[in-house]
């Protein structure tokens, strides 16, 4: 009886080490995920904001 608790025991820590790692490389898809969105982000506000200069330039020459 006692090595049946045993074996169920192990078998239980080996899936918690299992999920526990699946969780830690799940976070660290999201955080490179969440990386590169925020880079893709800051280059299109610096696309944006470039543009935005551009058009003041370009009124105050016509102005």
């Known amino acids: 009886m006692e090595e049946e608790e045993e074996n169920v025991?192990?078998?239980l820590r080996e899936k918690?080490?299992?999920i526990?790692?699946?969780g830690?490389?799940?976070e660290m898809k999201l955080r490179e995920l969440t990386?590169?969105?925020n880079a893709e982000m800051e280059k299109k506000?610096?696309?944006i904001?470039?543009?935005i200069e551009s058009i003041r330039k370009?009124?105050?020459q016509i102005c």
């Open 9 to 11: 025991e192990r078998e």
């Open 16 to 18: 918690k080490r299992k």
């Open 20 to 22: 526990d790692m699946e």
């Open 24 to 26: 830690r490389e799940i």
């Open 35 to 37: 990386k590169k969105k």
């Open 45 to 47: 506000k610096r696309q």
């Open 49 to 51: 904001c470039s543009g």
């Open 58 to 60: 370009t009124k105050h």
